[in-house]
């Protein structure tokens, strides 16, 4: 009697090779899929110093696929204080593991199979055709697959295609950000945040400040950053302004480090002198390129539509008081390697039965950071 045949592995492409794309690669993989990994930049990526609070879900991938550990996988905040418009501040123990973009990215890079990940090649269309989907790239050439993962952030083409009449929503506040080198920090700044997730409320915004790995991931004391994150309210006619770099190039999600105007920094900078406490007046002084994004919200009705389905920023935006943008990427791949293990070679099934935890998440991700957000930014409202 002859052997059955092996199921033929279900070929997939995600398009974007950020974190959310990574994770859904690499658990896809695990789940026994065909990947492709393609990303629309022709470079490898860089952090632009962003920092990240380790979650739950980004741990699991981490020690899954032995890339770090607790001890590894960023710096850790022994206390949470909140500082007084003198400075002060009363430190209480607060356990938190601090990571960053660029350690994370690195870590799952390295993970992901260099010959499935597929640098300068931006997924421009696609098509459904009978149990798939054929995509077009940029430079003309199409691709069939049995599955399309839209993980290309929060500038998704894939979700324009499926949902063109979902556009992201500007908030009413942006996040200046920058990072401070601990080597150059000096005493009196390390001596108030080193090792303590740090804030301050003033009226109608908030600054908070953690210790992040340094730019290739470094966790050893003099090797790390000081992060930080302030929260400032710019009416909506005036953000195109704050949103042109010094280019003269108006950006839709980020004016990157070494591209916000030097005269809106300087303005910042004295709005920070009079509004912060001295500690944070003094952070936002010592950081040579600050930057700054739009806090936006977006919600998608569906995250799967035939043999196409969205994760991470693609499909919702939180706002950043949640602390889970990125867990949330994580937590949608892991979902969609385990319903895709649990119904092998049946992808409509998987898809049916990931969907409707991943939506819930994410709708509720969008009403807690609202909330958040808004109960710093607009009181009272």
Same mark, same amino acid.
């Not at 905040?77 to 002060?88: A, I, N, T, V």
């Not at 992901?112 to 931006?122: L, S």
């Not at 993962?149 to 996040?175: E, L, N, T």
């Given at each position: 009697?002859?052997?059955?045949?092996?199921?033929?592995?279900?070929?997939?492409?995600?398009?974007?090779?950020?974190?959310?794309?990574?994770?859904?690669?690499?658990?896809?993989?695990?789940?026994?899929? *065909?990947?492709?990994?393609?990303?629309?930049?022709?470079?490898?990526? *860089?952090?632009?110093?962003?920092?990240?609070?380790?979650?739950?879900?980004?741990?699991?991938?981490?020690?899954?696929?032995?890339?770090?550990?607790?001890?590894?996988?960023?710096?850790?905040?022994?206390?949470?204080?909140?500082? *007084?418009? *003198?400075?002060?501040?009363?430190?209480?123990?607060?356990?938190?593991?601090?990571?960053?973009?660029?350690?994370?990215?690195?870590?799952?890079?390295?993970? &992901?199979?260099?010959?499935?990940?597929?640098?300068?090649?931006?997924?421009?269309?696609?098509?459904?055709?009978?149990?798939?989907?054929?995509?077009?790239?940029?430079?003309?050439?199409?691709?069939?697959?049995?599955?399309?993962?839209?993980?290309?952030?929060?500038?998704?083409?894939?979700?324009?295609?499926?949902?063109?009449?979902?556009?992201? #929503?500007? #908030?009413?506040?942006?996040?200046?950000?920058?990072?401070?080198?601990?080597? %150059?920090?000096?005493?009196?700044?390390?001596?108030?945040?080193?090792?303590?997730?740090? &804030? &301050?409320?003033?009226?109608?915004?908030?600054?908070?400040?953690?210790?992040?790995?340094?730019?290739?991931?470094?966790?050893?004391?003099?090797?790390?950053?000081?992060?930080?994150?302030?929260?400032?309210?710019?009416?909506?006619?005036?953000?195109?302004?704050?949103?042109?770099?010094?280019?003269?190039?108006?950006?839709?999600? #980020?004016?990157?480090?070494?591209?916000?105007?030097?005269?809106?920094?300087?303005?910042?900078?004295?709005?920070?002198?009079?509004?912060?406490?001295?500690?944070?007046?003094?952070?936002?002084?010592?950081?040579?390129?600050?930057?700054?994004?739009?806090?936006?919200?977006?919600?998608?009705?569906?995250?799967?539509?035939?043999?196409?389905?969205?994760?991470?920023?693609?499909?919702?935006?939180?706002?950043?008081?949640?602390?889970?943008?990125? #867990?949330?990427? %994580?937590?949608?791949?892991?979902?969609?390697?385990?319903?895709?293990?649990?119904?092998?070679?049946?992808?409509?099934?998987?898809? %049916?039965?990931?969907?409707?935890?991943?939506?819930?998440?994410?709708?509720?991700?969008?009403?807690?950071?609202?909330?958040?957000?808004?109960?710093?930014?607009?009181?009272?409202?």
């Amino acid at each position: 009697m002859a052997q059955a045949k092996p199921p033929v592995p279900a070929k997939v492409i995600v398009a974007g090779g950020s974190l959310g794309g990574l994770a859904a690669g690499l658990e896809l993989l695990s789940a026994g899929c *065909d990947v492709s990994v393609l990303e629309r930049s022709g470079r490898v990526l *860089d952090d632009r110093g962003a920092g990240i609070v380790m979650q739950a879900e980004t741990m699991h991938l981490l020690r899954k696929y032995k890339l770090a550990d607790e001890h590894t996988a960023g710096v850790w905040s022994r206390f949470r204080q909140y500082l *007084d418009p *003198d400075g002060h501040g009363q430190p209480a123990p607060s356990q938190q593991l601090m990571t960053s973009w660029g350690l994370l990215y690195g870590k799952l890079r390295s993970a &992901f199979p260099a010959e499935r990940y597929h640098e300068g090649r931006a997924v421009t269309g696609f098509e459904a055709v009978e149990d798939g989907v054929t995509i077009t790239t940029a430079d003309g050439r199409t691709e069939r697959a049995d599955l399309l993962v839209g993980a290309d952030g929060s500038r998704s083409a894939i979700r324009q295609a499926m949902f063109p009449a979902v556009k992201p #929503s500007y #908030s009413g506040y942006v996040a200046w950000r920058g990072v401070v080198p601990e080597a %150059a920090a000096g005493a009196d700044l390390l001596r108030v945040f080193a090792n303590r997730f740090t &804030f &301050f409320q003033t009226e109608r915004s908030h600054i908070l400040c953690y210790l992040i790995p340094g730019p290739t991931g470094e966790v050893g004391e003099g090797q790390r950053r000081l992060n930080w994150v302030w929260y400032w309210n710019v009416p909506e006619a005036d953000l195109p302004a704050v949103m042109t770099g010094r280019d003269g190039r108006e950006r839709d999600f #980020s004016v990157p480090p070494g591209q916000a105007r030097p005269d809106l920094v300087e303005a910042q900078r004295e709005i920070a002198r009079t509004r912060l406490a001295k500690p944070f007046a003094d952070l936002v002084e010592a950081t040579a390129e600050p930057f700054v994004q739009p806090i936006l919200d977006l919600a998608v009705p569906r995250m799967a539509v035939g043999r196409v389905c969205l994760v991470g920023d693609a499909a919702f935006i939180p706002r950043p008081h949640t602390a889970a943008s990125t #867990s949330k990427a %994580a937590g949608n791949a892991i979902a969609l390697g385990e319903a895709i293990t649990r119904h092998p070679g049946d992808l409509d099934s998987a898809l %049916a039965a990931w969907e409707p935890e991943q939506l819930e998440l994410g709708r509720d991700l969008g009403r807690h950071g609202k909330m958040l957000g808004d109960r710093s930014q607009f009181p009272g409202r």
